[in-house]
């Protein structure tokens, strides 16, 4: 029996004994065996999965046992190629013991685990990279992702359990330097410790942060593994942690969170100031994302989070972050096809300005950017992964100081329909009111949106955009407008419907020369109806009380935002004009590249000069203003840096303006062009008629002056741009005289200003000027003028003048002079001024504008109302503002006056000397004397000569003198008269002479008259004793 039992057993039983043995001798195999022999295989294979080293420089050890351990010392990871540490991390030592006979229980008992000395660098670089992604990582590191209905639990096969855990000096740091964020955190110790099996463990955190101080407590029951236990029985959870003047607190109870979930915890978070625990983990400030860190930002949050029967839910919500505050709950279905969101919240206030920083007022528009939209997709397939129900009320809104009351939002999501039911809120007396959906389930997105606006202030627009001159107005806007598109651009370029726009009450105060003017619009209309379809617009307003009419269209919007070719059509009357615009905009987001058709028709001149000078004062002129129609035409091209003005055409009553203007601003300076002409300019229809300066008109002041001292306007914008100026006119008339055919030729280059000619050409006779200017030190001008056959008594009736004299006058002008003011110019004066005549005629007023002196020197001697003049010559020479005369001659065939002297330009003052001459042969005596004229330009003093003479102390002196001071030379008596007529005789031609420019310097005559002559009885004098004389005495 024994022996049969043994036969049976005895393969069985060997092997038993073979297995025991080996059971036996196992452990001494393997704790003999040197595991050091594999750091080369286990250094390689991470190499060969990671791309980088692995590195276990001190030993690898393992013994084995029921309770086995396993050890390892000095490890360290090689960090990213890129990185300026060579370690991603470094392990001082590391040491696991388990027990092997928990698993019997189907749990594994860690009943030691220890960490020392880990140095753990978390990085990324400048472009964002990761030092914790390698090679092959980053290859997988996007894996494809599954549905719910292919999701599956996760089940361990076994349940750890940790007895003691513990780390000591380790450290970890975090860098990202796009971010600029650089954070370390210390832990000195970190204990996890569970000395029975199922209950509660605890563990305990203490480091630094930053260099700041932190600890963390707590105990969980989130161990299981006893029999007695049943499944899915709730699990304690408790949680208390300090860090960074910011504490946690977490309580609750967690069923199986790693099998299936079932969490039902309260979270409370308090913070002092989230700004400044940001700054103590990144050692920045939250203002880089707009808060306002003006002022320390305290949190409170308290929630209960839930994720019983697989929904997530986050209940009892109470947070408060400064002054806001928010509540409700939140709630995230997933057992059913598709996920739903459930949000109900209300706050009282929401104080944007406490928490983020204000808006600063709009930012000038770029003009180099495009007014169009980026061709982002509309990709609405997020859409079809959830839906939503949710409703958001709040009190207020206080926003850049504006406050919005009464917000409500409610929207719903439904297989990939969004419809934001309502969208209100109330600012003051302004009711919004909105209605927006989104249906995504096509292609091509469909939107639509139906916005009122009632009584909206528009002062609160001037915190964003420059309206400070605004002082009233609202909006009100009716908008129900749908687009459909696929991308951003094409649902705008898409949009239809009917929006209209009112502007009511607008008032803008905006000041113009020191004055304030008041605009306002009383109403303002916008219409649209498609991006493709033209928007018009109406206004009727008033600018300082004058009232004012526009209407228009601009076609279309869709060109407007594409940025490209929009016409722009506006029609308005104001003061009682007519004005008319069609312009094109090329690239209307630039304000360049346009043409422009303007018009502009007045029926009367006067009136509408009227109403404008109502609003600006300071443009009333001294004239009256012609009642004449007037209109304006012209083409405007702008480019970008020029502007070209072509078939301009102004027409004032019969007077014209037409031609070319062009400015073009590519090069450094700025050119200007013009080519203009006139075919008529009449000056008495545009000018009310001048009175007519009499010769008997009053003489200026003994102390006026005539050349001014005030400082000339500047002339160095003269060196801001270049100009070519041609202008043609065929007949300018004045006082019932023409000049035809006048030309001006102009060029401004490099600061000076050069008129080559201008010329002027009367019926007979013509007038050439040349100017050149410049304004460098001083004012400094050059003039150059050539006069032919010019008759002298048009050009007097040209000026408004009462007419003294006729006759052709020539005249040779050469000037130069540099000068502040007129004054300084005349004191720095060089050049000549010669001026001749013959064959005239004058009337008896023509000596007497000047002085009844001279007219007595030269005595009127035909009996009709014209004294004929054989010659006249003036001829200066100027040198540094002193004229002295080169040729000074009148001569009326009976009589010459010869001059001589000098005009001092810098003082005004005048020392002439005039001295008559006659013929041999003349059959008439007269008593001739020599003159002096001195005072001042403005009040000249003419006084007999009688200087040196042998009757200068005589009462015949004083006889004569009052006889010239009366007019009366010729009531002299015989005696006297034929005494003074002996000391002038001279037979000299003096008009040849000048007239071909020789000098002329009559010499002075010393009068020798007996004092016995008969003294003249003034007051006995009268029109009796004067001798008229025929026209046979010549």
Known sequence: MTMRFFRKWKTPLIVISALLGLLLVLPIIINNVDLNQFKPFIEGRVAEYTGRQLKIKGDLRFNFSLHPSLSVQRVTFENSPWSEQPNMFSIESLEVKIDLMSLIDKQLIFEELHLKGLALLVEKNSVGKANWLSGESEKIEQKETVTNAEKTPFKMPVSPVFRLVRFDEIRIQYIDVSKKIKTSIDIEVLDLSNHVINEPFTFNANGFINGRPFNVLGEAGIQSGSETKTEGEPLTVKFDANVLDSALTVTGEIKQPIIEGGIDIEISLTSKDINKSFGLVTGQSLDQYSVNVGQAIPLKLSAKFSNLGGNYELKDIDLKVADSDLKGKVLLELKSERYKLHANLVSKKINVDRILTKTDKRDVIDKEKSLGFPRIDLNFSWLNKVDADIRYDIDQILIDTLSVEHFLMSATLNKRRLNIERFDFNHGDALFRSQISIDGRKRKPVAKLATKIKAFD????????????????????????????????????????????????????????????????????????????????????????????????????????????????????????????????????????????????????????????????????????????????????????????????????????????????????????????????DIDSLFSSVSKQSVDSEKPSKTDKIFSTDSLPSFKFLNDFDADVRYRIKTLSANNESINNISLDMVVDAGELRVKPLKLNFAKGEISIDLELSDRDKLQFQLSST????????????????????????????????????????????????????????????????????????????????????????????????????????????????????????????????????????????????????????????????????????????????AVATGGITLLTEDLTNKLWDEFIDDTDYCALALAGEQVAPARIRLKIDETETEIDVDKIDSEHIEALGDDVF
Request: with cysteine; net charge negative.
């Open 458 to 681: 528009l002062l609160v627009l001037n915190k964003y955009i420059d309206i400070t001159t605004l002082q009233q107005g609202r909006l009100n806007a009716d908008i129900n407008i749908k687009g459909v598109g696929e991308n951003v651009k094409a649902l705008i370029m898409d949009l239809s419907g009917n929006a209209q726009f009112q502007f009511e009450r607008l008032q803008v105060s905006q000041i113009f020369n020191n004055k304030n003017h008041d605009i306002y619009i009383e109403k303002l209309g916008l219409n649209f109806t498609s991006m493709g379809s033209p928007v018009t617009f109406s206004l009727t307003g008033e600018l300082d009380k004058e009232k004012i009419v526009m209407f228009g269209e601009v076609l279309t919007m869709a060109s407007l935002l594409n940025n490209r070719a929009t016409r722009l059509v506006v029609k308005a009357k104001a003061f009682e004009a007519n004005i008319s615009a069609d312009m094109v905009s090329a690239e209307p987001a630039l304000l360049e590249l346009m043409q422009a058709d303007l018009s502009l028709s007045v029926p009367s001149l006067d009136k509408s000069f009227d109403h404008i000078v109502k609003i600006f004062p300071e443009m009333k002129l001294d004239h009256s203003i012609p009642a004449l129609p007037a209109s304006i035409n012209a083409q405007l091209r702008i480019l970008r840096n020029s502007a070209v003005a072509k078939n301009i055409k102004i027409l004032i009553g019969k007077n014209d303006l037409q031609g070319e203007a062009a400015i073009d601003a590519s090069a450094d300076k700025m050119h200007v062009s013009l080519d203009l002409s006139s075919d008529l300019l």
């Open 787 to 962: 006069i032919k056959n010019l008759e002298y008594d048009r050009w007097m009736a040209l000026l408004t003048v009462d007419e003294f004299a006729r006759g052709e006058l020539d005249a040779e002008i050469n000037l130069q002079g540099s000068g502040d003011s007129i004054s300084e110019l005349m004191a720095m004066l060089n050049g000549h001024v010669r001026v001749t005549t013959e064959g005239g005629s004058m009337n008896p007023g023509a000596m007497r504008l000047l002085s009844k002196d001279i007219s007595s020197l030269i005595p009127f001697t035909d009996k009709s109302d014209r004294q004929k003049i054989r010659c006249a010559v003036a001829q200066f020479n100027v040198e540094d503002g002193l004229a002295k005369t080169h040729a000074l001659v009148l001569d009326t065939g009976i009589v010459s006056a010869l001059g001589s002297g000098e005009i001092n330009l810098a003082t005004e003052e005048i020392d002439l000397y005039v001295a008559p001459r006659t013929r041999r042969t003349t059959v008439m005596k007269l008593a001739l004397v020599p003159l002096n004229v001195s005072g001042s330009l403005a009040s000249p003093i003419i006084t007999a000569d009688f200087a040196g003479s042998t009757i200068s102390t005589t009462k015949t002196a004083v006889n004569i003198g009052l």
